[in-house]
């Protein structure tokens, strides 16, 4: 299976699996697997921040993005951006979404700021609620954590064209 | 016929008054230097306020140990009172990014000040 796998990620494989982790975390909630469930809705979140980042930096839907790709991506946010919060192995999710809003900014297209606001402490809520870590742990999550990363995660999926479209505000 | 619209309530922590007094009276000029000289656990909270590049919006981080066991929301809520309150709506506006973070919390993320 390993071969068939693609070669390198792009948006348009981010935005293709992305749906696939979503539907998969339904599941696994529906059987009681909660923790899985919520592994594989942040995955969900932490494509759909990605795909958004790439868009804006004007990435085409099937360019690759590799180590190479994230490096560079950090080294931006950290450099241009003044993004001080770390990336987390590329996995942290309020990373990906404090550099989209100030990404949208840099590039002359800021966020409406009503979004960007509910963004940022929804971005900080799911990273209370998740982390690529978590899949070495048992079983700790509370119905209420699943609860609050669905609610995040559908709240992102709903804003998702608003986040890369090119609205000024 | 007259039209009458009512914004919805405000969600906000039942001590955000409360929150939003003591997170007052901290603003003022202050160097980072002197924010960092300010201990983790320290009751007081530690405003760090940025200018996005290429423009003059800003990102606001307040650690606090205050924030442990307070909604996210809650907390960009009161950091917008309170900077609304004492800086006045027009620089309130210019805040994207108002995040209440532990002194734990700031750590992990990598948050310095």
Redesign the interface.
């Given at each position: 299976m390993r071969d068939r796998l693609p070669a390198h990620d792009t948006i348009a494989e981010f935005e293709a699996a992305r749906f696939d982790r979503y539907h998969d975390g339904l599941i696994l909630d529906a059987r009681g697997r909660r923790l899985g469930a919520m592994y594989l809705l942040g995955y969900f979140v932490e494509m759909t921040l990605k795909s958004a980042f790439f868009r804006l930096r004007g990435f085409c839907t099937d360019e690759r993005i590799t180590g190479t790709e994230l490096k560079a991506a950090a080294k931006m946010a950290a450099n241009d951006l003044r993004v001080s919060v770390h990336p987390e192995g590329y996995h942290g999710l309020q990373f990906w979404a404090l550099a989209i809003i100030a990404l949208r900014d840099h590039i002359g297209e800021p966020l409406p700021r009503d979004i960007a606001l509910e963004l940022n402490w929804r971005s900080q809520r799911m990273n209370s609620h998740w982390t690529s870590s978590m899949r070495y742990s048992r079983d700790i999550t509370t119905p209420e954590d699943w609860t609050r990363l669905w609610e995040d995660a559908q709240w992102l999926d709903s804003q998702y064209d608003r986040l890369v479209a090119a609205t000024t505000e | 016929m007259p039209r009458i619209t009512r914004p919805l309530p405000r969600d906000l922590d039942p001590n955000h008054e409360q929150l939003v007094c003591e997170l007052m009276r901290e603003f003022g000029e202050e160097t980072l230097a002197q924010a960092a000289m300010k201990k983790d656990d320290a009751p007081i909270p530690v405003i760090i306020e940025?200018q996005?590049?290429?423009?003059n919006?800003l990102?606001v981080y307040v650690k606090w140990a205050r924030w442990s066991g307070i909604?996210?929301?809650h907390?960009?809520a009161a950091i917008?009172d309170a900077y609304e309150r004492n800086l006045g709506p027009e620089y309130a506006?210019r805040?994207?990014?108002?995040?209440g973070l532990t002194p734990d919390?700031a750590n992990?993320?990598?948050?310095?000040g």
């Open positions: - | 940025e996005l590049p290429r423009s919006r990102r909604r996210e929301d907390r960009t917008l506006k805040i994207v990014i108002a995040l919390e992990e993320l990598g948050v310095q």
